[in-house]
């Protein structure tokens, strides 16, 4: 069988930008979550915790949370795809569905969703995934950062 593989590169880094343009009124959030400070940078992912931590008790997450883990996944997930270079992509989470193996049985919530993937590799990491989790309290990662640095130190 042959697969399809079309990258959504360009579709997903549209996504990743509304969490720097289309940001609250709170102060915290005009001041902090800017193109400027959410530069891509490994730094900048400490924003990104710290805004979850600020947001995470509140009916915010709840009444917002897939558009939440679908804005900051792609963001973390640019941030990882950036540092592996150009052989990981973007892609559909269904058009590689079959090629991802997980140890951990996923939920509906990640058929909706983008993936990263290395055909070279055949590698899948799961930013969007692993962002809803996180925010769901369901994540072993004590924050966004050490997700990220994980996902770029075993993917090399």
């Known amino acids: 069988m042959i697969l399809f593989f079309q990258r959504e590169n360009t579709l997903v880094k549209g996504l990743s930008e509304l969490t720097f343009k289309d940001v ?8 902090n979550l800017t193109k400027t400070k959410l ?4 730094e900048s992912i400490g924003l990104i915790d710290e805004y979850i931590i600020r947001i995470k008790e509140t009916v ?4 917002y949370l897939n558009t939440l883990a679908s804005r900051i996944g792609a963001y973390i997930g640019e941030i990882i795809r950036r540092n592996l270079k150009n052989d990981y992509n973007w892609y559909n989470f269904f058009t590689v569905e079959r090629l991802i193996k997980s140890t ?3 939920n509906d919530y990640i058929h909706i969703q983008q993936v990263i993937y ?4 055949k590698k899948s990491i799961l930013p969007m995934y692993e962002t809803y989790n996180f925010l769901t309290g369901n994540s072993r990662y004590l924050s966004l950062k050490n997700y990220v640095e994980e996902m770029i130190r075993s993917n090399i």
């Open 104 to 106: 951990e049985p996923l």
């Open 118 to 121: 290395s055909k070279k590799h």
């Open 60 to 63: 915010l997450v709840e009444q």
């Open 24 to 31: 609250s009124d709170d102060p915290w959030d005009k001041n």
């Open 39 to 42: 530069n891509y940078s490994l």
